[in-house]
């Protein structure tokens, strides 16, 4: 069964995209030889029939595996924190490996150029699909996933996110100035998987940033990255709703009290109570993620 997220994402796919149509919009834009989930599983070494419910259909279950990630960009130096925090120890325990590439050092001439004008006219700067080409030829096989950051891409949502941990090799394309030219991403879709995918209704100057957060929420959901995978299983969007709130000691600050329940030891009257806060705080704060009926009987 699809969900409805995969759903919703797929109607924003655009005119003429017959390669969508399987009725989930976390299928890439255009799929030509995208692997099934167990074929992706049992080449990482999980038990091809290991299932988890993702809240919206069955998949595969994580497992510990060599997650390899190219990034292409002209900036590399954005990348620097990837060195420090829990994917920096990720990628010292070899869990996930990251590589940096630098678009110009697929340039040939004098001036390393990597853009130039619109056909068309307009404002700005268009990425050359040549240096690109090489850049992707470098490093891309059927079995990689290349996402490209994008204002005008497919929305990234957590079930996206976790779509791509599931995957052993992902490329970002960071574009800059007004975009790349777009038959760089028919190109790497004539040899594997493409996603464009935008991080929000907002435009950055480039993919960098957009990347970057992309790869923090995928790295996470990596198997062995998190000290305590539960951690990922109890957050926001996990389950479709808002986290609850966290609360630590002392349990009086400021004259501020913890809620009463969370110190009753009453692990039923917690658990209900936590779902009730995470159902209040996504009715206040994020409708849209409820269903309409939802919505319907609420209290403002
Ligand atoms: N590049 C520019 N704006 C972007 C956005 N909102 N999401 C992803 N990549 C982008």
């Excluded at 996930?96 to 853009?115: G, P, Q, S, Y």
């Excluded at 891309?140 to 599931?166: C, D, K, N």
Aim: glycine share 10%.
């Amino acid at each position: 069964m699809s969900c409805g997220e995969h759903r919703a994402s797929g109607s924003s796919a655009p005119a003429g995209s017959s390669k969508l149509g399987t009725g989930c919009a976390h299928s890439p834009l255009w799929r030509t030889t995208g692997r099934a989930s167990a074929t992706l599983a049992a080449q990482r070494g999980a038990p091809s029939s290991a299932t988890v419910d993702s809240g919206c259909e069955q998949r595969p279950a994580p497992y510990a595996g060599v997650v390899r990630i190219d990034i292409v960009t002209i900036f590399p130096e954005f990348f620097g924190v990837l060195d420090i925090s829990l994917l920096g120890k990720a990628r010292e325990r070899g869990i996930l490996e990251v590589n940096v590439r630098d678009l110009r050092d697929f340039t040939h001439d004098k001036h390393r150029t990597v853009d130039d004008t619109p056909y068309g006219g307009g404002a700005g700067m268009v990425m050359r699909p040549e240096p690109w080409g090489e850049a992707l030829d470098a490093m891309v096989s059927p079995t990689s996933t290349v996402i490209f950051p994008s204002a005008a891409g497919m929305p990234f949502t957590q079930s996206l996110a976790r779509e791509f941990a599931e995957h052993d090799h992902l490329i970002f394309g960071c574009g800059r100035y007004e975009g790349i030219d777009q038959r760089v991403v028919e190109y790497a879709a004539s040899v594997t998987s493409v996603y464009e995918v935008s991080l929000g209704d907002y435009v950055l100057n480039g993919g960098e940033v957009a990347a970057m957060a992309m790869i923090e929420a995928v790295g996470r959901l990596v198997d062995g990255v998190m000290g305590n995978p539960l951690s990922a299983v109890e957050e926001s969007h996990s389950n479709g709703l808002l986290e609850y709130p966290s609360y630590t000691k002392p349990a009086e600050w400021r004259g501020r009290e913890v809620p009463a329940v969370l110190l009753s030891g009453n692990h039923a009257a917690i658990a209900e109570w936590r779902i009730t806060q995470q159902l209040a705080r996504t009715r206040r704060v994020r409708p849209d993620l409820l269903p309409p009926e939802s919505n319907a009987n609420s209290v403002s």
